[in-house]
T-cell receptor, first 114, second 112 residues
Framework: GAGVSQSPRYKVAKRGQDVALRCDPI?????LFWYQQALGQGPEFLTY????????KSGLPSDRFFAERPEGSVSTLKIQRTQQEDSAVYLC????????????FGPGTRLTVL | GQNIDQPTEMTATEGAIVQINCTYQ??????LFWYQQHAGEAPTFLSY????GLEEKGRFSSFLSRSKGYSYLLLKELQMKDSASYLC?????????????FGKGTSLLVTP
């Protein structure tokens, strides 16, 4: 596709459920980022991949959050035992590589935990 | 980490000029970015500064002073469609060196 796509666009989960959020980056983009954006706030960094390697996961808020990119393209962010404070928009971004500055963002997945 | 401060809200008139300021504190500055985000949509890239000075791109310009930890985004000839949130983001050499640290955003309302 022409841009970064994410699915689902909206997800409602009951507290305690596990969720999986998918990101399809722009074809050929080496770098992939996940951000969490709470209402009225700027995005906050969660984790970064270069190809299939997860080089930085310092922003993941707890061990309930797990991300993978096994073949260096599609990435999945998994949240186990969801809690209400996990409610946010989860944004995925990709870029061509380390020497490229522009990150292209997907439309996000809005997660609501009841 | 960084402390990134920008005004929460601004209002300006169609056709006018508006300047959105951003101040930051970082130990390993590696670039400053401005993004535009319309409600419910993805952030879109506007500008990138890594050296001091002004970068101009059409109606949008961005300025950086590294010694002052200061940047601004200048929007000229405002249009109604410019109503959006404007996000200032700093990249730091710490951690992976590639993630962006965003401010909370400035919500700009353009009025007729």
């Amino acid at each position: 596709g022409a841009g970064v796509s994410q699915s689902p666009r909206y997800k409602v989960a009951k507290r305690g459920q596990d969720v999986a959020l998918r990101c399809d980056p722009i074809s050929g983009h080496v770098s992939l980022f996940w951000y969490q954006q709470a209402l009225g706030q700027g995005p906050e960094f969660l984790t970064y991949f270069q190809n299939e390697a997860q080089l930085d996961k310092s922003g993941l808020p707890s061990d309930r959050f797990f991300a993978e990119r096994p073949e260096g393209s599609v990435s999945t962010l998994k949240i186990q035992r969801t809690q209400q404070e996990d409610s946010a928009v989860y944004l995925c971004a990709s870029s061509r590589g380390q020497s490229y500055n522009e990150q292209f963002f997907g439309p996000g997945t809005r997660l609501t935990v009841l | 980490g960084q402390n990134i401060d920008q005004p929460t809200e601004m209002t300006a008139t169609e056709g006018a000029i508006v300047q959105i300021n951003c101040t930051y504190q970082t130990s390993g500055f590696n670039g400053l970015f401005w993004y535009q985000q319309h409600a419910g949509e993805a952030p879109t890239f506007l500008s990138y500064n890594v050296l001091d000075g002004l970068e101009e791109k059409g109606r949008f310009s961005s300025f950086l002073s590294r010694s002052k930890g200061y940047s601004y985004l200048l929007l000229k000839e405002l249009q109604m469609k410019d109503s959006a949130s404007y996000l200032c983001a700093v990249r730091d050499r710490g951690n992976s060196g590639y993630a962006l640290n965003f401010g909370k955003g400035t919500s700009l309302l353009v009025t007729p």
